[in-house]
């Protein structure tokens, strides 16, 4: 047991940390002035740092194997902690952004040769953006078994008929492709229903039907859609991998994903603590500074226990899945999904109540970090479904019955 | 001691609550469409609704006295809470909005005959609008000998240099008067600092820097602003009641704003859990419906007792200030700042997570009120400067020193 | 609607107090030396301060109607809080201590005269004491229809078995009789299979396996034991009501029984956030009081907070009792069941901190205090179910099927 | 990075847990029928134990270098962890008891030859024990420039006077040894005032006022002590180090004491958690088992949660001692002194409040543990304390006055 990062993890965290550092935060005002003018186009800051990020070889850390830097999960994880740290528009500098990693990760695992000549390719390469449409505004997608949309074969064509939300990307002036996740046997077996197909953006019936804003936030140029599938077409080349491996194919994405999600979060929490921290040392009230009352150091003294725990558990939860696959790492991955929004959101909640006015206003970045940091307990799954996963498991070692 | 409300007030009740159920919510999707259309205008929709509440007499029902309907606190604060339910942008409709009813308040009770002429008559009519400019943003507020707006007399003249924020109504259309706080004498005892200005927000010198979002959400056509007053000058009849009276007008507004604000609170987290049950009620996971899953139970069981808890805490404040005045209610009008706010944003995140992705949108109210919601432990004081004022005046109970 | 006590009330109120602070209190050591010295005998202190209470009339006042003292249960609210704060080994001084003021009820309501004559009238003289044989170990009793034990009719005679724990009294020197509550008709409708029946405790077959410990705490000489019941038998004349009205006799008395339960909590954290401002006055550290530390300021605002929530609301729960019965206060009851315990143990907890070694040992009464109020959230059913039943009563306004 | 623990540290677990199991646990109830026979004699299960523990070279595994086994605090804290599974009183049978430990390590650091002959040995064959004299009742001791005991040298001698408690194993019948801190020079720089020396508890003078309970538990023949001394005298060579000493010796018993602490309260927490899942799966309420109501899902799944990040937390802060040492790992051991007890009392409770009586009462270990770990946020310090460190070390990155 050590906890010392390895030579290798820590020499890549001092590279995008002073990429971070030198080269986009510098930028940050130049990006933002560019979406407040017009967020339906790609701000050129945000093409420009890309072009040198990948310049930099700083490009595709998340994917493991050949075909990126060839990080594992635990020498990743400090990295998207340093992306979030930065902000949580940052990732997409390093092509390193949700749900773009996740397609990525699909297509590099499931795909087939010509699949990923056509789509993994641009992606990797930063060119189109994509999306994920699993969840549906109808019912509780949090039980996949739920999911309503059809895949109806018709001769060399798939039939796709839902309609699907949350749909992150759809904002994204270069989003060009979609996964959609629907049923193609609603006979077969729970979880040999379902099956994932590749659908361009641009199919005829594929319709944004508007975006959604969280917390009164038009995350625009990012974005997140509602979506309607009214007779899309495909060819039957589009399917992933199978008929009815959509659950499985599924599974595989959630654990790399849900590790990078509580890594930004943990590194957003680390901003609002320190935030926090400034603003406490110069802000005084009854003649002391606000460091002074001690209300603030139990505060901050929980921030501080909290942020490491949760950084230990997410390390050890990528370890894992280095050393013997998602899977293996089943209770750890819920764990944390639970634990770190959860453990940020009161952080930053505590960093507003030290801002007062400038907490909840656009004056500090801590009032948008709520809200997305809030979405995260609910995306892939509510905090109950993990938990409810979590006490399954446990109850299995004292013979409840196995969890699937 | 009796829990049941006079006859009186519950008539009262009743005709708020048929005029909100038969005239207001039916035109609140017209509201929006024109708010969402050009929030710079004042909504035509809202002046209909006003000119129909004025004939229906249900207007200013917040003024003690003969101004307005002769309620008593304790027969207003289920009016406000009333109001809360229907919708945080519903006051307006019966002119019983902050800051217009403590800037009226402190015009009923401390402005000359000429002032209340010329501003008060205009604002209880509902034709203009009011702010009120104390917070700054470079101090803590909270503590209001901080404050550091200068107001120098200059031969007939005050002349005003300051920076405020959190200007509730600057964003209104029909703004047009703002009473501001600032210190008329830095030598003086430290509560005999501060004065009360009537500044018209057309005077030259006064400057809207910007308008202020909170969490994604632009407040307009009501609006928070930050305002700069640069040499504003006005006559040394704007004063209210004295210099050095400041500080005392300042307690004298907060007691009957803080029961207002409270009981709306009260009316929102209603609103929360009804959306909450009905969603329980309606969503199935898992095979059974979210009601039927015994982690809601919990979380419905608490937001009732605590709405219960709250709202009667709230109505023995609003008795107490009726039967004794506001000096007398002190800790339990600080005891319901903190308690109420923090109550309903407990419900409205459970109702979120019970609608997982509708309860961040605006599928639903509740990201938006969460949002207002969360600037009410921060407005009128932090929840920690209340506290302390209970906290203090529980010691002086066991012989600490006396608090003023 | 009124928040002030009626003169009568108040008038108990200073009697009660007064007693307490004149009477009780300064007799507290000597008590306490007794039960130290032997815990199985009944302290002389204790007779003589019932004596001394029965002469001023303060006797038997949670018992409405002619029996009694004539208070309605909003009146008797606040005496039983004041029993409470002055330690609550002092009710028995009042007769008013649970279980037997349950027990009194019961045969108040649903006794036949001679039962009356023969159990009823020794228990109002204080002169025996009683025990309530309800729950079970092998069973969650909560759910009622679980509970085991059986009542068989043989001739003229009733034959019971079963195994009961948690039977307050039994330690008690003076107890005498039982009623124990068990199933006359296992193929009855759920709610009519049980029957509550007179036993004698000296009847053979009725055995005290043991006393339980309550935190290390042995609560003798009032304790609570583990009754075996094997082939108890007793004569037909000893049964309650009728055959298959248990259940309803036990819905009955739980309603006052909780209001008293929690009033009294109410005493011990009013005691408790008493004992801990004035720790806090008293005690320095890193040169300052501790009370001028600011984290103190926050638990105290809470504190005082809380328990003028949870006052209002019990007041509340007991008035609407007063005016409309037990089941009219369905929900209002369960709320305070939970809501009491909890605010209360934090404040506890909050206070043993504040003491730190003296907390925790027997220099203070507070771990004592600790562990008391920690049975009432299970005591009577746990807090789980409470909330179950204050779900359901929500659901039910929103389409949920009825709740019985 | 790494979190798989060495082969030696596996192999010492394993050795540790199948001791346990097979000669400890089977022989639980003749230990505590000793106890609860007569706590002021040593019981012969622990003597027999000890031998067999001895004799299989599992002993003052705790100490580091030549005199123990050589273990590292990483690779000794899972062996504490399941020495706290197996319950609070089994790091006797292994010589690796509080206070023992944290005495031989101040004699193995600081103490000369003839002091560790004298005491160090006896010590670590186990044959005699020792109590740490330190906190007292008049002072918050947590200050620790609050100490008030005075240790003053005549000639060859110390004269020492004060007012100790919670002076743990003076209930036990070997207790010979104690180390009382005292000040030797008030006048001195503030952190060098004070010194420790070698009082033997037969020394005249040296009296045991009376044993303390906690939450009613009586914990002899372990037990804490309130200990008055009074004129006290020991001969010059009893100082431990040097004068003025006392302070730095002090700091450095804390950090593996409070790593020993929280690893075996983690194993409570394990041992609560398991006991709750297997009530959780066996009882049925509302014809379904408690495992099957989801509000129980949410605690269990949070339960291992929060175990398992604490678990990091320690085993990293572990870690940092061995490879830095304590001054190192300050802001480390001061956050899992707060975290773990927290953590566990949590649990704990959950468990209770699933057992329901049981857990509150002896039939359970589940209200002794919660006695005895609510101690430990107050222990060595109260949370405030250890979270005013954290902060301030927080503070210091940000420009905060250093911390010393």
Known sequence: MDFKHSDKALHWQERVTRFLDDKVLPRAADYWAEVHADHTIQPRTMEALKAEARDAGLWNMFLPGEHGTGLSNLEYAPLAEA????????????????????????????????????????????????????????????DA???????????????????????????????????????????????????????????????????LTVFGYDERPIGHAEVVLDNVRVPVENLIAGEGRGFEIAQGRLGPGRIHHCMRVIGAAEKALELMCERLLNRTAFRKTLSEHSVWEQRVGEARTNIEMCRLMVLKAAWMMDNGGAKNAKSEIAQIKVAAPKMALQIIDDAIQAFGGAGVSADTPLAEMYATVRTLRLADGPDEVHNRTIARLEYAKHGGRPVR
Chains 1, 2, 3, 4 share one sequence.
Not at 167 to 188: L, Q, R, W, Y
């Open 83 to 142: 992306m979030g740290r930065a902000g949580l528009w940052t990732p997409e500098v390093f092509n390193c952004n949700a749900p773009d990693t996740g397609n990525m990760e699909v297509l590099h695992m499931y795909g087939n040769p010509a699949q990923q000549e056509r789509w993994m390719k641009p992606l990797m390469a930063g060119e189109i953006r994509s999306a994920f449409l699993m969840t549906e505004p109808a019912v509780a997608s949090s």
């Open 145 to 211: 078994t739920n999911i309503q949309t059809s895949i109806v074969r018709e001769g060399d064509e798939y039939v796709i008929n839902g309609r699907k939300w949350w749909s992150t990307n759809m904002g994204h002036p270069n989003v060009a492709i979609s996964i959609v996740m629907g049923k193609t046997d609603t006979e077969a077996a729970t979880h040999a229903q379902q099956s994932q197909v590749l659908v361009p953006t641009d199919t005829p019936g594929f319709r944004v039907e508007r975006m």
